[in-house]
T-cell receptor, first 114, second 115 residues
Framework: NAGVTQTPKFRVLKTGQSMTLLCAQDMNHEYMYWYRQDPGMGLRLIHYSVGEGTTAKGEVPDGYNVSRLKKQNFLLGLESAAPSQTSVYFC?????????????FGPGTRLLVL | ELKVEQNPLFLSMQEGKNYTIYCNYSTTSDRLYWYRQDPGKSLESLFVLLSNGAVKQEGRLMASLDTKARLSTLHITAAVHDLSATYFCAVDATYSGAGSYQLTFGKGTKLSVIP
């Protein structure tokens, strides 16, 4: 099993450009999450999904959109990138947080917006 | 709003010493997670603590949870260089009204173990 994979690993954007980050998991997990990690801030939840076709806002959703058309994939979109969106983005998935399940994280995508 | 505070944020310790990292949170929760992150890497799950008084140990690391005090501790015994990493605690945000299936993370404790 590959676990949680993210594409791309690194990207440089100019202000105003758009892009999509892809997260894929092969563990048949119901729940998927997108976080951003900034220095000294820990991880902050952007959006999450509790199942195929569903999405919900997290702590810092502004400037991002997401889609979960297939159970195994969770896409994070930036419609008009801003320098404030320079960050490391982590995707995670979990089977069920109502039991003793943890979240499994992908390797991260480093995004630099100039 | 759920707040999760870790301290210290930076910790430098010598090999062989013991130390404790603290994680305080602001609202009721009975589920707490500890993760480890190596520089430039992803997060790796260490412990899941599910109830008051829960204690889990793996090697030189031991985690505990006191839900009444809203406190979790990560105790390091006889530190070795390989434990150098950033450690995060995360709390289930369900009871804070933020909705289920969400974790709120602390800012992390960067641990450096010096030979």
């Amino acid at each position: 099993n590959a676990g949680v994979t993210q594409t791309p690993k690194f990207r440089v954007l100019k202000t105003g450009q758009s892009m999509t980050l892809l997260c894929a998991q092969d563990m048949n997990h119901e729940y998927m999450y997108w976080y951003r990690q900034d220095p000294g801030m820990g991880l902050r939840l952007i959006h999450y999904s509790v199942g195929e076709g569903t999405t919900a806002k997290g702590e810092v959703p502004d400037g991002y959109n997401v889609s979960r058309l297939k159970k195994q994939n969770f896409l994070l979109g930036l419609e008009s990138a801003a320098p404030s969106q320079t960050s490391v983005y982590f995707c995670a998935s979990s089977r069920n947080l109502r039991v003793w399940e943890t979240q499994y994280f992908g390797p991260g995508t480093r995004l630099l917006v100039l | 709003e759920l707040k999760v505070e870790q301290n210290p944020l930076f910790l430098s310790m010598q090999e062989g010493k013991n130390y404790t990292i603290y994680c305080n949170y602001s609202t009721t929760s009975d589920r707490l997670y500890w993760y480890r992150q190596d520089p430039g890497k992803s997060l790796e799950s260490l412990f899941v603590l599910l109830s008051n008084g829960a204690v889990k140990q793996e090697g030189r690391l031991m985690a505990s949870l006191d839900t009444k005090a809203r406190l979790s501790t990560l105790h390091i015994t006889a530190a070795v260089h390989d434990l150098s990493a950033t450690y995060f605690c995360a709390v289930d945000a369900t009871y804070s009204g933020a909705g289920s299936y969400q974790l709120t993370f602390g800012k992390g404790t960067k641990l450096s173990v010096i030979p």
